[in-house]
């Protein structure tokens, strides 16, 4: 019951509120809303990410955390609602927030019959580089992956796919940078280095990150801010700092997060 | 400049596939075969109106005159009229269900729609390189005609531009069948269905209509010489057959054709002719009608679709 | 044996399951259906251009030279064999192509084989399972084809006849299952499904589409419409004595046509249903004395598809491992 208890307090709690410009955030959305006939995936989504920051979205499968992330991308056209990405309109500039944002799907595919450094080839030229070639390599050699460029797709492990797929998602220098459950599929060191890249790509690049996960770990290790999201509702929104503030010990908050769901159904 | 480097992504894809250089060579073949058989037949029949009229004269009978004798040199390459109907337009089909398919089977749709490009600039990207390799397809059998008709006969200047236009009509022809094998693999999921729709409806235009509007049995629509029917004489059948008429583009492709090839024989079995520029008409509506499709089938494609794709 | 059972009984309803096969089967049937109705309108219209010549030479008292049209009603049954060689074949590719493709996409064999049951089983249980769709399918052919004989001016068929459409039910549903047997065997031999998909359309394209039509490409009497011979005034005596001095270039043409399983198929088919007419006036065990050939061709084919089928399956090794 106690969990019960401070479940409830955390629910009341409004977001941390700081003096930001406007202007600093990256993602600002309002109201959002993604409805399927009766079924809400997203439920008046209100959301603000700011720049440089390492945000995790966090929830159960089925939440409405891809859903949310492909309106994000301006993949999907929300129901209803606002919001801006990267400062540009995400349903009437599209293409604007295209040019800043760089995107890893969950699971992330190729053209196989292709090799590495093809498939990276044509999506940068997609994205406006004339020549390539040189960001390529450099964009290769940041993930230390530049012996895969002449494999095909079909050669590569799942974790030199994974690069593979953050190669083509910042080879255009993005503003903020979308990852859909990035570390499924991976084994350990696999999770371990995708951290580390994550990580430095914060630092180091200055990429704003929008994760989406269902693993706590990952939030907890990774991210500088955490939202929840539960049935297309988003319960919970704070910095991680203040959340470890809080939650004193990781197994309490992990309690919280697992009995989100028993919560809702009662 | 975005459909530019998209177009060539599908090339060099298509050019990676076994099976696009499979049903590649099977037409190449055919086209070959199609002129050694018209060749050949040419010579057996001539020799066969010889003995016919060698056998009429020593029965003392009259000889009627040879229906072979000013029979028009591109006579030769009249069954190639049929291959494009046949495979030709099936194989427009294939590729442009490779093409409409390409991104989902590779699961990148994603990822492609999450760079600045435009579903127009998509779409102008694929019916580019769709038009471009059924167009390369259609040089390639203008070269093998051209150059069997040069070894097996003479050749004028006049027949290049006869040829020309053939193949012209021809690439229009089935480039139609290509947007709808696009149109098709854009909007359903399942490869198998994708595929099945534009055959049906290829089913439908070079065999049912014919039947149905012109009273000719499906296998005899293979044939270049169409058989002679009585539908005029039936009011039913010349009723049906002035609605489905506008339909049947098969038939108006085969007549385009042979009005251009300048054949014999083939113009004589509808009750209603239309001109040629009627025959043309129609079949730029054609064009017109299967681009819509495409138009449609991209506005209405799921960018969002994950990598669910069978 | 019944562990075959149930494994054709899954196959049966999941073709039910499919939208597909729903909407080529009201292809087939309504292509059956508007293809009698066209014969029947042009055997119409054959009689009445006779009653008319026949009334002006009465008129002028002369006596007809010709007999009167006569009616048999399977002779209007062309279109239907026509059908059934194109998209019968398409069906029978599709049929095959699923049963394995959703198979290796679901990884549900290693699923199947987990249980005590042999690759046999489930060769068999598929190939029984489709034969069943099959014949259902071309029994509805048979019914819509009565049913348009009825509708058209109550034809009722002889018992002769009724046999002869029996025996085109067996024949068509064995044309089909030697395709479903094919693409069976390229879907789980090949690598890629669209690979075989695309073979199988090849292999249909090549077998029958252009082989039958380059056999007719090659007829001499082909080359003028209505018949080279006819223009001549050529009788059937004449005719053969001519074509015998071409009998070199008769046989390559006969052979090329009997490269193709669908000539056999529509050889027999056109036997039975009189559409050439020297075979109305033939008893049924004379017509199959006579095609017997085609008939056992078709049958060695199934046969050696069901033995084919077997033998990949348990020869494939990635099949069961990826």
Known sequence: MIEKASMNEIMKESPSKEETSFSSFVVDVRNLAKRYGDFAAVNDLTLQVKKGEIFGFLGHNGAGKTTTINMLTTLLEPSSGSGKVAGYDIINESLEVRRRIGYLPENVQFYDSMTAYENLEYFAKLSGIKKPDSQIWEVLDFLDARSYADKKISALSKGMRQRIGIAQAIIHEPEILFLDEPTTGLDPFGVKQLRDIILRLNSQKGITIFMNTHLLQEVTKTCSTIGVLNHGSLIYLDSLSNTMKRFKDEGSLEDIYLNIENNEEE | MLSFSIAKNEIRHLLRERTFFLILSVFILITLASTYIGWSSQHTIESVYQESAILLTAAGQNVPPSPFSNLPTLDIVKNMIIYIVLIGSLLAITVGHSIGTKDQKAGVVRILFSKPVTKKDVLIGKVTSLMLVLFAIMIVSLGISIASIAMLSEIHSAMFLQLIGFYGISFLYILGFGLLGLAFGLMKRESATALLIPVIIWIVITFALPEMGSALYPTSSLNPILPQTNILDSPVLSTIHNILYPFSISEHYKLLSSAILALQGTESVVSVTYSPIMNMFILTIWLILTLAVSIYAMSKFDISRGDVYE | MNNRLIIAKKEFQDIFRSKIFSTILVLLLTLTATSILVSTFIFKSQVSQYESSLALLQSIGKMPTEAAPQLFPLNLLRGVVDYIEIIGAIIGILLGYLSIAKEKKTKTLKLLLSRPITKMDITIGKIMGHFLFVSIMILSVAAIILASFLAIGGITLTTVEYYKLAIFVMLSILYIMVFFTLSFFLSVQQKSLSNALTICFVIWLVFVLVLPQIGDTMDPDNQVPGGFFKSMGFDKPQEEAVMAKFSNYETTRDH???????????????????????????????????????????????????????????????????
């Not at chain 3, 050939?293 to 990826?322: N, R």
């Open chain 3, 256 to 322: 090329i046509e009997q490269l193709s399983v669908t000539k056999h198929y529509e050889r027999t088919g056109f036997a039975l249903f009189g559409i050439k007419k020297t075979y109305n006036d033939m008893m049924l065990l004379e017509i199959l004395k006579e095609k017997w050939f085609d008939i056992v061709f078709l049958f060695t084919l199934f046969i050696i598809g069901i033995f084919s089928d077997v033998y990949i399956l348990y020869k494939d090794k990635q099949f069961i491992s990826s």
